[in-house]
Every structure is written in structure tokens, then in C-alpha cells.
């Protein structure tokens, strides 16, 4: 055994091996085959065309007052206690519903505004808001 000779076994292979390559390339076009169809198999059907843009209704405020003797007015207008249940009742039942917006003053009794509550509720009133004044600093 020599030590400086060279045998010809090891030199260095300067091809590509394609063998690998070929494998990946026979998959996916297998994979292709295979999906392509599955892609192109639709129901053609014309779908409805649509707005983006949002139709806004806004639904009718009525505005309930109770003033600081007790008394109920309906957008400014005076109403008694035997008709305020009876009105309630036509408002919840159209549609849709309108907002029900009430303006307490500060010296009635909470007594009142929690009967004006109630009979909102039992008429079927569901959207109530409270109107009151930001406060003075």
C-alpha cells in the first residue's frame, strides 16, 4: 500500500442524478390527474346578484314625558292614565317596533315613571330608552 497513488474509484462524481427528481415529478403529476377533475366538476347554476350596501330603517321614536305633577304627555300631547295602556299596545304591534324614549322630570315621583315601565312591558314594548341631560360642571 502507497501512500501518494490514487485510485480511480475516488473521483468525483460530476452528474446529476435524476432519479429522485423524476420520482417527485411522476407524484405530482399523478396528483394533478387525479385533482383537476375533481376541480372542474361544478353545478353551473346564475346565482341572484346583490347589493353590498345596507338599507338603513330607522325605526319611529315616540317620546313619553312625565311631568313633576305625574302627568304623561305622548310626543307633547297630554294622555290620561286609562289611555297610556291602550296606546302602548297599538305601537307594539306594528312593525316594525318604534323606540320607546322616556323623559322623566326630576321632582315626580319614580313611582310614576316605574308605572309607565311596567305598562310598556306588558304591552309588548322592548326597545325603552331614557332621555335625560348631561350633567353641568
Known amino acids: 500500500m502507497a501512500f501518494g497513488t490514487r485510485d480511480d474509484t475516488d473521483e468525483v462524481m460530476?452528474?446529476?442524478?435524476?432519479?429522485?427528481?423524476?420520482?417527485?415529478?411522476?407524484?405530482l403529476l399523478i396528483i394533478f390527474i387525479i385533482t383537476v377533475p375533481v376541480m372542474k366538476h361544478a353545478v353551473n347554476i346564475?346565482?341572484?346578484?346583490?347589493?353590498?350596501?345596507?338599507?338603513?330603517?330607522?325605526?319611529?321614536v315616540v317620546r313619553v314625558s312625565v311631568?313633576?305633577?305625574?302627568?304623561?304627555?305622548?310626543?307633547a300631547d297630554r294622555i290620561d292614565d286609562a289611555a297610556l295602556p291602550a296606546r302602548l299596545?297599538?305601537?307594539?304591534?306594528?312593525?316594525p317596533q318604534?323606540?320607546?324614549?322616556?323623559?322623566?322630570?326630576?321632582?315626580?315621583r319614580y313611582e310614576r315613571v316605574a308605572q309607565l315601565m311596567a305598562a310598556a312591558q306588558q304591552a309588548g314594548?322592548?326597545?325603552?330608552?331614557?332621555?335625560?341631560?348631561?350633567?353641568?360642571?
Open 46 to 60: 346564475e346565482l341572484p346578484q346583490a347589493s353590498n350596501q345596507r338599507e338603513v330603517d330607522r325605526p319611529q
Open 14 to 27: 460530476n452528474e446529476i442524478n435524476m432519479t429522485p427528481l423524476v420520482d417527485v415529478m411522476l407524484v
Open 98 to 108: 318604534p323606540e320607546l324614549h322616556i323623559r322623566g322630570d326630576r321632582a315626580v
Open 67 to 75: 311631568d313633576a305633577q305625574g302627568r304623561y304627555f305622548w310626543n
Open 125 to 137: 314594548l322592548r326597545r325603552i330608552g331614557f332621555i335625560t341631560e348631561p350633567k353641568q360642571e
Open 89 to 95: 299596545a297599538a305601537e307594539a304591534a306594528r312593525d
